[in-house]
């Protein structure tokens, strides 16, 4: 991982665990654990590709106590959740389109000050743009064909030095085409757009057939 490994994330016997936020509470399920006296849960990797690309020693980790993380994708919010435990005075602004999850997030919101709903179309960021400012970071897992395109539209809002984070899945973009075909066709577009390329993991065995982009926003 490059940099400090943030307050709040511990690995035990090669597994995360994020220091709950509010004690008591699973969110979807996952197992409680004390570590030096203080509650984490544990992070499923095979229920967030955040935790898959962790897992696959992924070296890029920008989250802090203080940063503003623009996330879309955010479905009932098991990543975010992890997220929300490591951001503890900063803000999430999670976009989620579909009612449903949505639902789930909003209960979550309640009892996680840091999270910020919102219920739009990442396709149509006019909705949510003046609630973010400039992110310090970026964070996609929208599984549509045009999953490369709303992320270069959303990096509007991420700040010049900003790290971004693609979970593509290579399969919505073109079942035909190998995933490394796909991988590549993605990075060539992000790169046209302006940013560089950090790291790049595919995310097997945890969720087949994706990877995790993480670039860095130059112009
Ligand atoms: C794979 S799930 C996200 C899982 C979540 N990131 C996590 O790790 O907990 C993808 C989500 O993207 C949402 N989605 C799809 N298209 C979208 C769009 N255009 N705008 C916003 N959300 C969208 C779906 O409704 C779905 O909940």
Redesign the pocket.
């Known amino acids: 991982m490059n940099g400090d490994k943030p307050d709040g994330l511990k690995f035990v016997d090669g597994q995360p665990y994020t220091r709950n936020l509010v004690a008591g509470i699973s969110v979807y399920g996952e197992s409680l654990k004390k570590i030096s006296g203080e509650e984490y849960r544990f992070w499923d990797a095979k229920?967030?590709?955040?935790a898959a690309y962790l897992k696959r020693r992924g070296k890029v980790f920008p989250f802090d106590a203080d940063t503003n993380l623009l996330?879309?994708?955010?479905?009932?919010?098991?990543?975010?959740s992890h997220l929300s435990d490591l951001i503890i005075h900063g803000k999430i602004l999670a976009?989620?389109?579909?009612r449903i999850?949505f639902t789930k997030l909003l209960g979550l919101s309640e009892q996680r000050k840091n999270i910020i709903p919102v219920q739009?179309?990442?396709?149509q960021t006019g909705s949510y743009k003046f609630l973010v400012g400039q992110a310090d970071v970026m964070y996609q897992?929208?599984?549509?064909k045009n999953q490369t395109e709303?992320f270069i539209r959303n990096s509007e809002m991420l700040k010049k030095g900003g790290t971004g984070f693609l979970?593509v899945?290579a399969r919505c973009i073109d079942v035909s085409q190998a995933p490394e075909k796909i991988y590549g066709q993605c990075i060539d577009e992000l790169e046209e757009a302006g940013f560089i390329i950090l790291d790049k993991k595919d995310l097997g065995p945890y969720e087949k057939d994706h990877a995790m982009l993480v670039v860095e926003k130059v112009s």
């Open positions: 229920r967030s590709k955040l996330y879309l994708g955010a479905a009932s919010g098991t990543t975010v976009v989620e389109m579909s999850p739009a179309d990442a396709n897992d929208i599984a549509q709303i979970a899945k």
